[in-house]
């Protein structure tokens, strides 16, 4: 199953301009918050406003712009027209009242540009400095606090940041190919997470910078990059301009072969999604496009396509001017969407009337299932049949013991053969297992390595593996230390995510199976650090770039999720554990270091309804002493700065269920739920309801009981000593909630 995207339907004949109004190129085109769509036409000139449906509106703009290039919409409404024929930016009102000019119109900056010489593949080599604003200023992005970005353009190498007063602060770029050089930045667009992208449409390619201008990378291979729009869903719809066989580009030189233009759909992290429009032999027909320039997206993600048919096609004499060439001016893209894996997206339920019940992700498979995925590499075809029925089971089961949020079991993810860990490797590329050198220093130490210097017996008896995953271990058992490790894992190339099918079918099976009941879907999905911070980087230039990119990996799992209607639960245990991974760290060390972590998980998310992500964190689900695990108290202020509506927190076991106390000092968010673990499973023993009754109206006293949820340490499936002790424990904590709450709701 491939990524839920929607199809596009083509109308060629959208716009219906009036009699009294022609015009020949649609450079530009973008869209307000109310769906009406703004052309910014050549010929007369105007800027042309229509409905979404495509009837005429309004017409203004006639006399002022020498050559229209880009139009957008900011975010107070403000229309923003780009003019690299006088080399200025405009900001209007949305009936055509000047407000603001950037630049000096008629005026270029000086950069040795130069039209009159004779260039080996566009004029833009011409360009032998930067400069100030501007040279053949392209496109333009305005941040939510007003501050404008400029891309310039034809006759400069430059971004251009400003303040909204349209005080200059900053700008940057070179003339070249490599990172932070332009050979005509086009286009330019920000992306939910704070990106700036920049279409480098001479080089081939979309490069990315942070909002001071830094670089973050590159997307290549891009042809001829125009125009960039953003999905309701943070995609990126980019307009890639035709380039001709007897074209060249600084990048790949002459093709001898003709590149139709095309529209694309990229990932946020520059997957390609879908593509279309590029034909070789029928540039003209409905759907296909000649030259598109710019992109716009509406709320219901229609695309609008504008087109620079004249100016790049039939001017030139690429392409005849008959009228269906030459109708190529401006196409709407209709989103029809495939229906939705999922309910409509829904907001996690909180404890409005009482204490709802949760819990971490594993379940316990039925037998058949277990049988059949212990050989799993043999039994690909019995697995794939039995899964709908088994994740039906235990949905059932679920809701039998009394769960309210609940989920697949995690069953899809055991169908590989893989724990919680191990999944997602499948579903990732970039990274190589290799032999460990013993000349390189390790990354970090071991799991629980400041417990094994206390407690060097212990983890030499392997007891400590024992209901991590393993048998459950009578008396004083010990079945050995474990070998050490001979193999680690190394990022060696751009990491990536490919498991749209696993994820898709993650999705698929738990909404069939949770539609038309009373409860609410969750999937847990890996947090980024589990991921990423243990390998060894070789490919990106530092760590924090490194870890950016995981990040952006998994915000493609996520966003299958969240786009379904589910919950999503990040499990991030190393917010807790990577305190073990360095014993000489101090406190103040492990608190910039989860400071550093806050960033990268909140980037993983970004753009994502936050309404709808639970975030898991425990001290590791290894039968161990924990004596050295991080206090609460030293990260749960931390904690609360990642974006997410929920915070699930181990609070069961006996190292860390007196530590309820903390939120009396650390103040829960508004709005905000905790999950606090009332089940652990560290222990055999069922837990008695009125226990997990106390530690409920423990929290509820602190943090108020609709801000509680009851769930379990961890998952639960495979680390106690029998499927039927975690029903019971599931049991016992619905009768548990029930109890506290018929005393907080007396």
Not at 74 to 93: E, I, L, M, Q
Not at 222 to 234: E, Y
Not at 440 to 463: C, H, M, T, W
């Amino acid at each position: 199953m491939s990524r839920v995207q929607p199809a596009w339907v083509a109308n060629l004949h959208w716009e219906q301009c009036p009699d009294a109004i022609s015009h020949r190129d649609v450079a530009g085109v973008a869209v307000d918050a109310a769906d009406q769509v703004y052309l910014f036409t050549r010929s007369d000139h105007q800027v042309l406003v229509y409905t979404a449906a495509g009837t005429f509106v309004r017409a203004w703009g006639a006399g002022i712009f020498t050559n229209a290039h880009s139009i957008r919409i900011g975010p107070d409404g403000a229309v923003y027209c780009v003019d690299n024929g006088d080399h200025s930016v405009r900001k209007f009102t949305p009936d055509g009242e000047l407000l603001l000019t950037l630049g000096v119109p008629g005026t270029p900056s000086r950069t040795g540009y130069r039209t009159d010489l004779p260039v080996r593949i566009h004029n833009v080599e011409t360009v032998a400095r930067p400069a100030g604003p501007f040279n053949g200023c392209t496109d333009i992005a305005i941040a939510p606090d007003g501050d404008i970005f400029v891309s310039d353009g034809y006759g400069n190498c430059r971004v251009h940041h400003f303040g909204k007063d349209g005080m200059l602060l900053n700008s940057w770029g070179e003339v070249g190919s490599g990172p932070g050089q332009f050979r005509l930045p086009h286009g330019i667009c920000l992306t939910p997470d704070g990106r700036l992208l920049v279409a480098d449409r001479e080089n081939d390619r979309i490069q990315i910078f942070r909002t001071d201008g830094s670089y973050l990378g590159e997307w290549s291979g891009i042809q001829r990059p125009s125009g960039l729009a953003l999905t309701s869903q943070g995609d990126v719809v980019v307009a890639e301009l035709w380039r001709p066989a007897d074209n060249r580009s600084f990048v790949t030189d002459t093709t001898g072969v003709d590149q139709p233009g095309r529209v694309s759909v990229l990932s946020p992290s520059g997957e390609l999604l879908s593509q279309w429009g590029a034909s070789a032999d029928d540039k003209a027909a409905e759907g296909n496009v000649i030259a598109p320039h710019s992109v716009a997206v509406d709320s219901a993600d229609s695309v609008y396509v504008g087109e620079v048919t004249y100016t790049y096609g039939i001017k030139p004499g690429r392409v005849p001017g008959d009228e269906d060439h030459a109708s190529h001016q401006i196409q709407k893209f209709t989103a029809q969407r495939v229906r939705r894996l999922g309910q409509a997206q829904m907001a996690m339920w909180r404890s409005t009337d009482r204490i709802l019940t949760t819990h971490g992700g594993n379940l316990p498979r039925p037998a058949d299932l277990e049988d059949l995925i212990s050989g799993w590499r043999d039994h690909q075809p019995q697995i794939e049949a039995r899964l709908p029925s088994a994740i039906t089971e235990v949905v059932e089961k679920q809701l039998d013991c009394g769960v309210t949020i609940l989920n697949e079991g995690e069953y899809v993810k055991a169908a590989s053969g893989a724990d919680y860990v191990g999944y997602i490797h499948s579903r990732v590329t970039g990274w190589e297992t290799r032999p460990i050198d013993p000349a390189i220093p390790p990354k970090r130490g071991g799991v629980a390595e400041r417990d094994r210097l206390q407690f060097p017996g212990f983890y030499e008896s392997g007891l400590w593996l024992q209901g991590s995953g393993g048998p459950v271990r009578p008396g004083f058992f010990r079945p050995g230390a474990p070998p050490a490790p001979t193999t680690e894992r190394v990022c060696t190339s751009p990491v990536r995510y490919v498991g749209y099918d696993a994820i898709g079918r993650d999705v698929a099976e738990l909404v069939a199976a949770v539609d038309g009941r009373d409860a609410q879907g969750f999937i847990a999905a890996l947090g980024p650090l589990s991921l990423g911070a243990g390998a060894r980087n070789e490919y990106y230039p530092d760590e924090e770039s490194y870890m950016m990119a995981v990040a952006e990996v998994m915000r493609e799992e996520y966003k299958a999720v969240t786009d379904a209607g589910l919950v999503l639960q990040v499990d991030e245990p190393e917010f807790a554990t990577t305190w073990m991974f360095y014993p000489d760290w101090s406190i103040e060390d492990y608190r910039r270091y989860l400071s550093f972590a806050v960033e990268v998980i909140n980037h993983a998310i970004a753009g994502l309804p936050e309404d709808q992500i639970r975030f898991h964190v425990c001290w590791g689900s290894g039968h161990r002493p924990h004596v050295n695990d991080v206090p609460l108290k030293d990260i749960a202020d931390l904690l609360v700065k990642i974006n997410a509506t929920a915070y699930a927190v181990e609070a069961g076991n006996v190292r860390h269920s007196h530590e309820w106390r903390v939120w009396e000092d650390v103040k829960l968010p508004d709005g905000k739920t905790l999950v606090p673990g009332v089940i652990s499973h560290a222990t055999d023993l069922v837990e008695h309801p009125e226990l997990v009754a106390m530690r409920l109206m423990n929290f509820a006293s602190v943090v108020g009981r609709e801000n509680v949820q009851a769930g379990t340490d961890c998952g639960i499936g495979s680390r106690v000593g029998h499927p039927e002790i975690v029903w019971a424990k599931l049991a016992a904590m619905a009768e548990g909630a029930a109890l506290a709450s018929k005393r907080l709701w007396k």
